[in-house]
Nanobody, 116 residues
Framework: QVQVVESGGGLVQAGGSLRLSCAASGSIFSINYMGWYRQAPERKQRELVATFTSGGNTLYVDSVKGRFTISRNNAQNTIYLQMNSLKSEDTGVYYC?????????WGQGTQVAVSS
């Protein structure tokens, strides 16, 4: 079994910063890559925010470029999302995923609320 656990969410004022963490553990031989999605309160679908790719590159949704940075610690199967200059539209539940083989494993999500 694989467990994915996020942490670091919270309430912050617009312009502030938060750092999210995500750790994968369990029966892991090799993680292909990990990344972050989010779901805004008024939306049904999750949106890709930032992710590593199988080639080791990083991808960001346009709305967070220059403000968010994804990083990782491969030895600990952990990724981070440094979020700066937060805006009210960044509010939502942030979900971490780990692509292992052909499967995606998801965390339960961590809430980020940005007050304007």
């Amino acid at each position: 079994q694989v467990q994915v656990v996020e942490s670091g969410g919270g309430l912050v004022q617009a312009g502030g910063s938060l750092r999210l963490s995500c750790a994968a553990s369990g029966s892991i031989f090799s993680i292909n890559y990990m990344g972050w999605y989010r779901q805004a309160p008024e939306r049904k679908q999750r949106e890709l925010v930032a992710t590593f790719t199988s080639g080791g590159n990083t991808l960001y949704v346009d709305s967070v470029k220059g403000r968010f940075t994804i990083s990782r610690n491969n030895a600990q199967n952990t990724i981070y999302l440094q979020m700066n200059s937060l805006k009210s539209e960044d509010t939502g539940v942030y979900y971490c995923f780990a692509r292992i083989g052909l499967n995606d494993y998801w965390g339960q999500g961590t809430q980020v609320a940005v007050s304007s």
